[in-house]
């Protein structure tokens, strides 16, 4: 009884593992049918390698040390990004009431120097 059922745990698994290699085999079908389309392979060349058509200008945008900027070849997922937690609009709003109640002193504003051309 105990070897019937490892067999059947084994064939169950071993139909799994058949029916992920024949998803990845269809996946590899559409990614090659993907190659076959001229604009495809067109779009690829232009993102991954630059490439450019005969009469285009084409553009790299570097940083200030003059080495070329590196750009994701996609957009990350929102839902993984780590970002700030947004600021409630009526926290906002009630700081900005704060402010307006609590004008800043004068003595801690700059120096005017600059002045009117005179006539």
Excluded: C
């Excluded at 630059?50 to 285009?56: A, F, Q, R, S």
């Amino acid at each position: 009884m105990r070897a019937y059922l490892q067999q059947r745990d084994h064939i169950a698994d071993l139909n799994a593992q058949i029916a992920e290699t024949g998803q990845d085999i269809e996946a590899l079908e559409r990614e090659k049918q993907r190659w076959q389309d001229d604009a495809y392979v067109e779009m690829q060349a232009r993102e991954r390698f630059g490439y450019v058509m005969p009469g285009e200008t084409g553009y790299q945008v570097i940083d200030e040390n003059g080495e070329p900027l590196d750009s994701p070849d996609q957009l990350s997922d929102p839902d993984s990004v780590e970002g700030i937690e947004p600021t409630p609009w009526w926290e906002t709003a009630w700081a900005s009431v704060e402010a307006a109640g609590d004008p800043e002193d004068p003595a801690d504003r700059p120096e005017q120097k600059i002045q009117a051309p005179a006539p």
